[in-house]
Nanobody
């Protein structure tokens, strides 16, 4: 069974930075897909960034390009999301997700999800 545990959320002022972490527990293949998603109150879950751990190829939602960076540490089984130049509209619960087959920015195909970590950006 695969478990994902996020950490690193918090409250920051606009323009600030945060780094989210997602630790993967359980049996996993050597290469798989992972992503970060977010959901604000009253809104649908939306993609932030995704990465294929086999080669590190990543993709980003237009709203975060140039500000957020997704990365991985395979030795630590940990996924990161570095968030810079944060805006109030980035406020949301952030989730990491993993799947052995589905890749990309659509949340629909991911099998494993963490519990989420809250990010709040004040103006």
């Amino acid at each position: 069974q695969v478990q994902l545990v996020e950490s690193g959320g918090g409250s920051v002022q606009a323009g600030g930075s945060l780094r989210l972490s997602c630790r993967v527990f359980g049996y996993i293949y050597s290469s798989y897909c992972m992503g970060w998603f977010r959901q604000a109150p009253g809104k649908e879950r939306e993609a932030v960034a995704a990465i294929y751990t086999g080669d590190g190829v990543s993709d980003y939602a237009d709203s975060v390009k140039g500000r957020f960076t997704i990365s991985q540490d395979n030795a630590k089984n940990t996924l990161y999301l570095q968030m810079n130049s944060l805006k109030p509209e980035d406020t949301a619960m952030y989730y990491c997700a993993a799947d052995f087959r589905h890749c990309g920015l659509s949340p629909m195909g991911y099998t494993y999800w963490g519990q989420g970590t809250q990010v709040t950006v004040s103006s």
